[in-house]
């Protein structure tokens, strides 16, 4: 239903709209129709939208495409990045932000809907971490182990995990080294 009312709304404003369904029937109708640009879920019954936007994006570089999904999740987004996809836009928003990210990405930039930076970014554009997490920063960058930063906290060890893998991706990193060359302790005392 959503992928049909799309398709009404993007045709009743003069795009040349087709549709396919079946993932899996994708990659030949990109080969046979050269489309400017592609909407993409992340779900697909039986396929996977972000897997199936690194496959075009390494087949069809061309192709602009717009992940439009539910998930308002850091996570998400960032994986969406990785595979190369060129917007994000949220389900739940309003026709008028589908058809600013459409115009913005044709035009060769990228788009993130705006929601997402209200409820995730600062004032500075960047995504904002928790107080959480800096406190689990604070503890990381003077050593301690995720076992220890739970205990201190009264949190659970995969809380503290899942914490840590959050701030990973808002601060773009792969590993503690990574961190510590990024902070210092006194940078990230919130008070202790």
Known sequence: MFSDAVKDLLAARGYLVTQEKNPGN?????QKERPQLLLLDIR??????????????SMFPAVKIIM????????MIRLS??????????KDSPPQILFEAIE?????????????????????????????EKLIISRLVKGKKASEIAQELGVGYET??????NIYLKLNINSLAELMLKV???DWDPGM
């Open 26 to 30: 994708l990659v030949y109708r990109l």
């Open 44 to 57: 697909f019954p039986d396929a996977n939208g972000l897997e199936l936007a690194g496959v075009v994006k």
């Open 68 to 75: 439009v999904t539910m998930y308002n999740e850091l996570r």
């Open 81 to 90: 990045q990785q595979v190369g996809a060129d917007g994000y836009v949220l």
């Open 104 to 132: 913005e990405i044709l035009s060769g930039g990228r788009y993130y809907d705006p929601k997402l930076k209200q409820e995730k970014y600062g004032a500075s554009g960047q995504w904002e971490l928790t107080e959480k």
């Open 160 to 165: 503290v995990k899942t914490h840590r893998k």
């Open 184 to 186: 210092s302790a006194a």
